[in-house]
């Protein structure tokens, strides 16, 4: 049985048992605590802009990235081999029971490995920074614009919605402030002089100013229009992108027994 963080047990308020179609139950257990007095932004804040995105999942103000490690599209040949076998098999026999199992053991790794990322992202940034800037992203939107099915996978596989929602979780739960803007044209305007550059196309990974020559990384420029729409400017001198490092472990508890 593994315990993923010690509570109190006196402050427990509900308790559900969830079973999953791998065999994998998880009970979940719900706790009540003090609320977080929230920061105001009249304090000192540490603001940080994060655009989302496929290629490099998450790009910050602050020149560091995240890889989009795309679990579904590294497991897509797994599942396919899983589904094969699941096809070939007798309907409810043992053998189908035990491929069924298989295929859905493989789709909760992607699920759980997605989240366990996100997660420790928040931790990350709620631990640095006071202020998460945020596009008001139409997830759905964005999936139903008519675009290619390869595309199609790769925004499902990124989950804009489950990052943002954890995001902002570990920022709320921690009393810091959280701000959503409108998401059109941030990766099209300067973020110098805020002029949209129109031919901007999303095979383009650097921007280039037509009207004042800024040139930088497309996802690092739409990063720093974020906080800039805010209303707050982040220095104008842009740095090295750098990679964000493995993300720590949160130091799961594996323990004795058994449900």
Same mark, same amino acid.
């Given at each position: 049985?593994?315990?993923?963080?010690?509570?109190?047990?006196?402050?427990?308020?509900?308790?559900?048992?969830?079973?999953?179609?791998?065999?994998?139950?998880?009970?979940?257990?719900?706790?009540?605590?003090?609320?977080?007095?929230?920061?105001?932004?009249?304090?000192?804040?540490?603001?940080?802009?994060?655009?989302?995105?496929?290629?490099?999942?998450?790009? !910050?103000? *602050?020149?560091?990235?995240? =890889?989009?490690?795309?679990? %579904? $599209?590294?497991?897509?040949?797994?599942?396919?081999? @899983?589904?094969?076998?699941?096809?070939?098999?007798?309907?409810?026999?043992?053998?189908?029971?035990?491929?069924?199992?298989?295929?859905?053991?493989?789709?909760?790794?992607?699920?759980?490995?997605?989240?366990?990322?996100?997660?420790?992202?928040?931790?990350?940034?709620?631990?640095?920074?006071?202020?998460?800037?945020?596009?008001?992203?139409?997830?759905?939107?964005?999936?139903?614009?008519?675009?290619?099915?390869?595309?199609?996978?790769? !925004?499902? *596989?990124?989950?804009?919605? =489950?990052?943002?929602?954890? %995001? $902002?979780?570990?920022?709320?739960?921690?009393?810091? @402030?959280?701000?959503?803007?409108?998401?059109?044209?941030?990766?099209?305007?300067?973020?110098?002089?805020?002029?949209?550059?129109?031919?901007?196309?999303?095979?383009?990974?650097?921007?280039?100013?037509?009207?004042?020559?800024?040139?930088?990384?497309?996802?690092?420029?739409?990063?720093?229009?974020?906080?800039?729409?805010?209303?707050?400017?982040?220095?104008?001198?842009?740095?090295?992108?750098?990679?964000?490092?493995?993300?720590?472990? !949160?130091?799961?508890?594996?323990?004795?027994?058994?449900?």
């Amino acid at each position: 049985m593994v315990i993923h963080r010690d509570f109190p047990l006196e402050q427990v308020t509900q308790v559900c048992v969830k079973v999953y179609s791998s065999g994998r139950i998880y009970v979940i257990f719900t706790v009540e605590e003090p609320e977080s007095q929230e920061q105001t932004l009249d304090e000192p804040a540490k603001v940080v802009g994060v655009d989302l995105g496929i290629e490099k999942l998450a790009t !910050l103000s *602050d020149g560091r990235y995240l =890889e989009n490690p795309k679990p %579904l $599209e590294r497991s897509l040949e797994r599942i396919r081999l @899983l589904q094969r076998s699941l096809s070939r098999k007798k309907f409810l026999s043992n053998n189908w029971l035990k491929a069924k199992r298989s295929l859905a053991k493989q789709h909760e790794h992607v699920r759980d490995f997605r989240r366990d990322l996100f997660f420790k992202l928040g931790a990350l940034l709620a631990q640095e920074y006071d202020l998460l800037v945020l596009e008001d992203l139409d997830t759905e939107g964005l999936i139903q614009k008519g675009v290619t099915r390869t595309r199609r996978m790769r !925004l499902y *596989d990124s989950s804009f919605s =489950e990052i943002r929602a954890l %995001l $902002e979780w570990q920022f709320r739960k921690r009393g810091k @402030l959280v701000f959503p803007v409108p998401a059109y044209n941030t990766s099209r305007e300067c973020f110098l002089c805020g002029r949209i550059n129109k031919d901007l196309t999303l095979a383009d990974r650097v921007f280039v100013c037509p009207e004042c020559g800024w040139t930088v990384d497309r996802d690092y420029n739409a990063s720093l229009v974020l906080p800039k729409r805010a209303g707050w400017v982040p220095p104008t001198v842009p740095v090295e992108l750098r990679p964000i490092p493995p993300l720590p472990s !949160l130091g799961l508890k594996r323990r004795q027994g058994g449900l």
